[in-house]
Structure formats: structure tokens, C-alpha cells
């Protein structure tokens, strides 16, 4: 998280509150810096994983 928020000039901190849900989640603009910074995916892609998250936690919990 360190590494993360220097690269992105923000607190260790802030970073950890958006990983863990406590910050509201970024908007588009300030998302894609994040995501370059832990690997590059896109940002379409990666709504398409939360949404599958999302469909497959819904599952469990039936």
C-alpha cells in the first residue's frame, strides 16, 4: 500500500480505506492511475469483475 500511494501520490492510508471500503470508491479519472498501479487492467474490465463478484456473492448467500 506504501508503494501504491507514493506512486500515486496519495496517503498509504487513503489507499487502504478505498481497498478496504471505507473511502468512497474513485471515480473513473482518479480510477485508471490506481488500477496501472496494480497491474494495468482496464477500467471497463474491471466493473466486469465486480459485476461478477457481485452476481456470484448474490449466488452463495441463496
Not at 489507499?15 to 471500503?21: A, F, L, R, V, Y
Request: hydrophobic letters at 35%.
Amino acid at each position: 500500500m506504501h508503494a501504491a500511494g507514493l506512486r500515486l501520490n496519495v496517503s498509504s492510508s487513503m489507499i487502504s480505506q478505498i481497498e478496504n471500503d471505507r473511502e468512497r470508491f474513485p471515480d473513473t479519472a482518479r480510477l485508471q492511475p490506481i488500477l496501472d498501479a496494480y497491474g494495468g487492467l482496464k477500467v471497463k474490465s474491471f466493473w466486469e469483475r465486480v459485476r461478477v463478484y457481485k452476481h456470484q456473492s448474490c449466488a452463495i448467500e441463496e
